[in-house]
């Protein structure tokens, strides 16, 4: 069954570093998304990205953060200068449908825990 | 309180009981989602339900949605220790594009 991987699984930065998470979604899905989740705490919209541009960012999402699709397969959150409230689980997903259809079911990756010290 | 909050917080059975977990949200809804976390791990989707869809299932897992009291419920039977876990639901807006909304989630202890 086709699925989210996300890379690394562990990511320990110093603080003020640059860390690039990455994802592959499933193929032949066209809506991905970043969501972050800090430690006991609930899972966060952060961005949407569609058709090579972000179709919705949350108030996290701030100037620190960006989002790319550097090729056919990978996508990829960057965080430019990282900060202790960063540490968290960060979750890649993705989905076939958008607002165009009635269904948005999105399966998520394992997730990449960052750890900034 | 907040889109999509779940309750119990947390809840403990036995092996072979039953578990229902409650989700209530604010807002009009598109779809209202249910996965599964294990301790530190990925978000496993569960099932997805439309909101002109009152019951789904899926092999032990029996979700109701009730739109007009802004609520939804996901009932396990038979539960086994394999499903503790914490169980959270999400929804999506019908308008916009379709971030989900994240509840607070269910704590399960399944015992054996």
């Known amino acids: 069954e086709p699925e989210v991987t996300q890379t690394p699984s562990h990511q320990v930065t110093q603080m003020g570093q640059e860390v690039i998470l990455r994802c592959v979604p499933i193929s032949n899905h066209l809506y991905f998304y970043w969501y972050r989740q800090i430690l006991g705490q609930k899972v966060e919209f952060l961005v949407s990205f569609y058709n090579n541009e972000i179709s919705e960012k949350s108030e996290i999402f701030d100037d620190q953060f960006s989002v790319e699709r550097p090729d056919g397969s990978n996508f990829t959150l960057k965080i430019r200068s990282t900060k202790l409230e960063d540490s968290a689980m960060y979750f890649c997903?993705?989905?076939?449908?958008?607002?165009?259809?009635?269904?948005?079911?999105?399966?998520f990756g394992p997730g990449t825990r960052l750890t900034v010290l | 309180s907040q889109q999509g909050e779940e309750d119990p917080q947390a809840l403990s059975i036995q092996e072979g009981e039953n578990a229902t977990m409650n989700c209530s949200y604010k807002t009009s809804i598109n779809n209202l989602q249910w996965y599964r976390q294990n301790s530190g791990r990925g978000l496993v989707h569960l099932i997805l339900?439309?909101?002109?869809?009152r019951e789904k299932h899926s092999g032990r897992l029996r979700v109701t949605l009730d739109t007009s009291k802004k609520s939804s419920s996901l009932l396990i039977t038979a539960s086994r220790a394999a499903d503790t876990a914490s169980y959270f639901c999400a929804t999506d807006r019908n308008t916009g594009f379709q971030k989900l909304v994240f509840g607070t989630g269910t704590r399960l202890l399944v015992s054996p």
């Open positions: 997903a993705s989905s076939e449908a958008g607002v165009s259809l009635s269904y948005n079911e999105q399966f």
């Open positions: 339900i439309r909101s002109n869809e």
